[in-house]
């Protein structure tokens, strides 16, 4: 934190470059490669100041013309002094800024670093801080919106609501073992039974919300199966409109999984193209297979390739050992290949499917209007696909303040703290005295305060930061 620290905030490319540089001396350091075109010199300049002039780092000829701003503390986005330089966007300019400054002594800032240093100087909370990066990855309207509302603190104030009634309940526990020996009533239990049962009920639905956020975020996982040579790549390159996956007629060519992310109607879905389930004495094949069905069992909706030229028995085994697996998960059945198959063969192979999904798919998500004929060749019927997967992916709708869950580590932190206050409520039906009733309380509020960053440690810092990009 003693440090001046300095980083390219915008990639290469484009027209103009931002350095920013933050720290102590960092207005000092910006002095001596940077000249206004003006009397005043930067150290006598006021905060959120732009100021045009030239940058020289070798004291005699001029590199560029350019832009900085000036930000003194504790007004800045790291609440320390920070100045930024938008120069021209040529890699050399760039690189020779960077360089006089780092042999002047600024460091070069690690990933994250600029976010970190807000963090740790209360310029904002730990979730925000996550929800920087979470606004720089999103890649949807809908990513966008829950990184924004928890960038704005909507996540943050809905935690800081649940510890004050936590602490509400643990300072008439503390009263109440204070005075225990005293005739003094200052909540019956069953007040806070009902101030328990509230914040458990709040803890619960922000932990369940993890489902949409982590779908919203990372795209709702459909898993594309069935046997080898049916057109699972050919769909996968189709749905992603890119040749992501090796197409061949040679069976079992895709050995592993190959995933691709495309939004439909706002909805971002993750496809996960699988090795084709067949018998094998091939090692790798057998792995890839194996790989298929533990991707089939994380996956939220599933597409159940078949192939008409295949015999009712290969379709009939498959779907024994696939459907299974499908209990609780949206399916759609796609016979593939219908620009090559006759129309007889066609009827009787999608019957065959729809016979096999209700003899071996039960508790699978399926209706008879699931299955439909297609050729990923040539895009024939994948409309259908489209109108399916929306349908399948039942997003709620989100308004601007929602919150939703969408970090793993908040998610965990969640599930802890549910658990605590449940032992709290256990506790307190059961009748436990005070102080064992106390512990899984304190409990529980560490697990909140985990989330915003007031109980931390440098490992679980370093872990955040070292996700960002360097720059922010």
Known sequence: MKDTICALATPQGGAISV??????????????????????????????????????????????????????????????????????????????????????????????EFTMRAFLNGKMDLSRAEAVADLIASTSRASHRLAMNQLK???????????????????????????????????DRSELQALCNEVEEVISRLADSFSIGNAVKNGIPVAIVGETNTGKSTLLNSLLREERAI???????????????????????????????????????????????????????????????????????????????????????????????DPFTLSKVM?????????????????????????ARLGTNMQKLDEFLVRSAAMPAMAEGDVV????????????????IREVSRGLAAGLPGDLVSEPLRATIGNLSEIVGEVTNDEVLGNIFANFCIGK
């Not at 909507?154 to 935690?159: D, K, R």
């Not at 936590?166 to 526990?173: E, I």
């Not at 580590?409 to 605590?420: D, G, I, Q």
């Open 153 to 187: 603190g909507g996540f943050s104030n809905e935690l800081g609501k649940l510890r004050d009634k936590l602490l509400k309940l643990t300072t008439l526990m503390e009263l109440e073992l204070d005075f225990s020996e005293e005739d003094v009533t200052f909540a």
């Open 405 to 420: 869950v969408t970090n793993a580590r908040h998610y965990e932190a969640l599930t802890r703290a549910l658990a605590n």
């Open 351 to 375: 019957e065959w499917g729809a016979r096999m999904v209700q003899k071996h798919g039960d508790g699978v998500e399926w209706e008879p209007g699931d299955l439909w004929a297609v050729s």
């Open 19 to 112: 350095i920013r540089m933050s720290g102590p001396d960092a207005i000092g350091y910006a002095s001596r490669i940077f000249t206004p075109r003006g009397s005043a010199p930067l150290e006598q300049r006021r905060t959120h100041t732009v100021v045009f002039g030239d940058i020289s780092t070798d004291g005699k000829e001029v590199l560029d013309e350019a832009l900085l701003t000036i930000m003194r503390a504790p007004h800045s986005y790291t609440g320390e002094e920070s100045v930024e330089i938008s120069c021209h966007a040529s890699s050399y300019i760039t690189q020779q800024v960077l360089l006089a400054l780092l042999d002047m002594g600024v460091r070069q800032a690690a990933p994250g």
């Open 247 to 341: 197409v061949s007629d040679i069976s079992g060519t895709t050995r592993d999984t190959i995933e691709g992310t495309m939004s439909i109607n706002g909805v971002m879905f993750r496809f996960i193209d699988t090795a084709g389930v067949r018998e094998t004495s091939d090692v790798v094949e057998r792995m890839g297979i194996e790989r298929t069905l533990e991707q089939l069992k994380k996956a939220t909706i599933a597409i159940w390739m078949i192939d008409p030229m295949n015999e009712a028995s290969q379709i009939e085994e498959l779907a024994k050992r696939l459907l299974p697996i499908c209990k609780g998960k949206r399916l759609a059945v796609m016979v593939n290949k219908c620009d090559v198959a």
